[in-house]
């Protein structure tokens, strides 16, 4: 039976032991402490957030204390990054089957004890191995807390505790740039992945106390070749598209793994169309609540990958501001997700969720256009209002997308669900990293070209590889030239700057016109497929 999202039709109650209209014994008791466990959840996400931002803030550190080449330093960002998107799927499909509360609580173990092992690497090999661990964890977590949520909360409350989810994990967009950039100017480096310690602590044992099991009730046989195909398409998707701003779309490197997603995600396509208990039902993909949910849910964090991955390197090397500072900075994105999700829940209720992501797309695409005009010198004021209302859009995408999302797949299937979701945002994610960082590459490069002709060559092709190593040879120059270069160097980073963010506003505005004609604005069921909410779930 599908539930409306408009004021107008009256919340329907769901087959489901977690959502029924008067629930008894054990489902009553979780139901009164349904928001305690959403803060559990909200905070058990956190920790994945703030290790995708405080990333940002410690590159410059880590070249400059662990002497990092540029390979090791993008191996340290991308081995989280690969990790946690190539096992989406097999971590939401295994919460499904044995339980998700036990893999949220395993993902938090070892998030935290990778924690432990970064902070205490001694060398890059073993701190890109921490990264890897980390996304291991985070895999781990993500789809667990989302496939919980939605077996704890009743249809009509969805929206509003998606919200919270987003809000209270948005947190850590400013959390992770200040308190590590606080840690990093304090302490040594190492420091930054402590911070995940106590709130995984934290949240292990909380969640040990308030979060209920659940699982599907009729499980379906471990998908072993799904499961590894689905691995292998989206690992090898995410690394092509984040190395191609690095060594090129046409390289072999980005073409190999790009060729491997394309066989391998095929391969998985027409394997799950045709065995009989597949892992992912293909049939969901005809509901356009999921279908375009997805859409939307990507292309808003394509539009934060490329946002985060360009401004930090702005604020820090062309605005010249330290890590805790440059954190700061980033604050206004954060309360634009906060303000997000009690704003959302009253739009979705007015005017349905196409309009509502429709119109938050547009917001963030006209805010980035506006950024893309940036200058080296532009007062922050300007960056931090755009930043406020980008964050506001982003938000307002991604609770309504994320509730289209879920209600489009059997609550005996929140697990996957959560991983399909989850998949959403961290390929745009890394399209956002890939597109909007190859696009700045090449106009950095073409930039810089000039200035670094009359240096040595291999002092010259570090200087063209980023502006971070091109304003560390200026300060080694000293003097006028070393002046020059630096100059060059910010007037060089702009010239892709601009151009990268303003293809992501194109494409954040495009997304907005194609969901507000595609999306529908209330829960839909095909007929002729296992598409719809439907009950089960609970253990």
């Keep these: 039976m599908a539930s409306r999202t408009e004021p107008a039709a009256p919340p329907v109650a769901i087959a489901s032991p977690a959502v029924e209209a008067e629930p008894t014994g054990a489902r009553r008791r979780i139901y009164d402490r349904r928001w305690w466990i959403l803060i559990v959840l909200s905070v058990s996400l956190l920790i994945v957030i703030i290790d995708d931002t405080i990333i940002n803030v410690a590159v410059p550190t880590l070249q400059r204390e662990l002497g990092a080449s540029a390979t090791a330093l993008q191996w340290i960002v991308d081995a989280y990054i690969i990790a946690f998107a190539g096992l989406l799927f097999t971590a939401g499909s295994l919460g499904d089957r044995f339980g998700r509360k036990r893999l949220l609580q395993l993902g938090l173990v070892v ?9 205490y690497s001694a060398s890059v090999e073993q701190l890109i191995a921490a990264r890897a661990l980390m996304g291991v964890g985070g895999a781990l977590i993500m789809p667990s807390t989302l496939s919980v949520l939605i077996d704890v909360f009743p249809r009509e409350e969805r929206v509003k505790a998606i919200g919270i989810w987003t809000g209270v994990a948005s947190l850590g967009i400013p959390i992770g ?7 990093l100017e304090n302490f040594w480096w190492g420091s930054a992945f402590l911070l995940n ?3 995984a602590i934290g949240a292990l044992a909380a969640g040990w106390v308030l979060v209920p099991e659940s699982r599907d009730p009729s499980p379906r046989r471990v998908d072993v ?6 691995g292998v398409a989206l690992t090898a998707l995410v690394y092509g598209i984040i190395e191609a701003p690095f060594s090129g779309w046409a390289s072999w490197p980005v073409l190999g793994a790009l060729g491997i997603a394309l066989v391998s995600g095929t391969a998985f396509i027409t394997y799950e169309g045709r065995v009989r208990q597949p892992m992912l039902d293909l049939q969901l993909f005809r509901n356009p609540r999921l ?22 390197q702005f604020l820090q090397f062309v605005q010249g501001y330290s890590p805790l500072e440059a954190g700061l900075r980033f604050l206004p994105l954060a309360i634009g997700f906060g303000i997000a999700g ?10 349905g969720s196409a309009r509502t992501v429709a119109v938050a797309l547009a917001v963030v695409g006209v805010h980035l256009g506006l950024l893309s005009f940036a200058w080296p010198t532009i007062s922050y004021w300007l960056v931090g209002t755009s930043l406020l209302l980008i964050g506001l859009g982003i938000g307002g995408a991604f609770v309504p997308s994320t509730d289209a999302v879920m209600a489009a ?23 956002g990293i890939g597109i909007v960082g190859a696009i700045a590459n090449a106009g950095y490069v073409s930039g810089i070209a000039d200035a670094v002709g009359a240096l040595p060559s291999e002092t010259a092709a570090s200087a063209e590889r980023s502006v971070g190593a091109a304003l560390q040879i200026a300060d080694e120059l000293g003097g006028s030239a070393g002046a020059a270069l630096r100059t060059a160097a910010d007037a060089a980073f702009m010239d892709g700057f601009g151009p990268g963010l303003l293809i992501a506003a194109l494409l ?4 907005g016109f194609l969901v507000l004609r595609r999306l529908p604005s209330r829960d839909v069921q095909d007929a002729t497929s296992s598409v719809g909410p439907v009950g089960g779930g609970s253990a």
Excluded: K
């Excluded at 740039?177 to 840690?183: C, D, E, T, Y």
């Design 508 to 511: 954040a505005l495009a997304g």
């Design 342 to 351: 009690p704003v959302t829940n009253r739009l979705v209720r007015r005017i």
């Design 111 to 119: 998030f935290g004890a990778a924690s432990v092992f970064g902070a």
């Design 291 to 312: 279908s375009w949910g997805v859409v939307a849910m990507t292309l808003a964090a394509l539009a934060l990958g490329g946002l985060a991955f360009e401004l930090t």
């Design 409 to 431: 797949v059997p609550e005996a299937s929140a697990g996957l669900g959560s991983a399909i979701n989850d998949a959403g945002r961290q390929v745009g994610a890394a399209l």
């Design 197 to 199: 310690l106590p709130i």
């Design 177 to 183: 740039p200040i308190v590590g950039g606080w840690l």
């Design 225 to 230: 070749t799904g499961l590894v195909l689905s």
